[in-house]
């Protein structure tokens, strides 16, 4: 095998960069749904607070795969290579998996919250 460490990073990266884009679009696609009934009545507020979030979701994640990166494969085998990348792979998607649900909690926390101020809002009027 030429280079181990190389070819590593080049199947890794594309593919913890796809996942952390595929688990983004399906939550901040679904998610603005909680975005609209927090903010109700304000939907711009709902887009952008959806957007900014969508933009942490990304810097957090990719920045750890970065941040995870670093791999010694100087006299892999093939299968050491498959394996190290399995580690990583697994990992980090336990990790995006993780982070997925503490924003799921995020959304769905505002959403209660929201719900509690509009229970309590009509009595004090």
Do not use: C
């Not at 892999?76 to 924003?103: D, H, M, N, P, R």
């Amino acid at each position: 095998m030429e280079n181990p460490t190389v070819i590593a990073y080049v199947i890794y990266l594309p593919i913890a960069i796809s996942l952390t884009y595929y688990v983004a679009y399906v939550l901040f696609k679904n998610s603005i749904v909680y975005m609209n009934d927090i903010f109700e009545g304000r939907p711009d507020v709902a887009k952008a607070t959806n957007n900014l979030f969508r933009i942490g979701f990304y810097l957090l994640n990719v920045g750890f795969a970065l941040y995870i990166l670093k791999m010694y494969l100087r006299y892999a085998t093939v299968q050491e290579l498959i394996e190290k990348l399995s580690y990583k792979i697994g990992g980090f998607s336990i990790y995006l998996g993780i982070i997925l649900f503490l924003y799921m909690f995020l959304f769905f926390r505002g959403k209660r919250i929201a719900k509690q101020r509009r229970t309590i809002s009509p009595s004090i009027t």
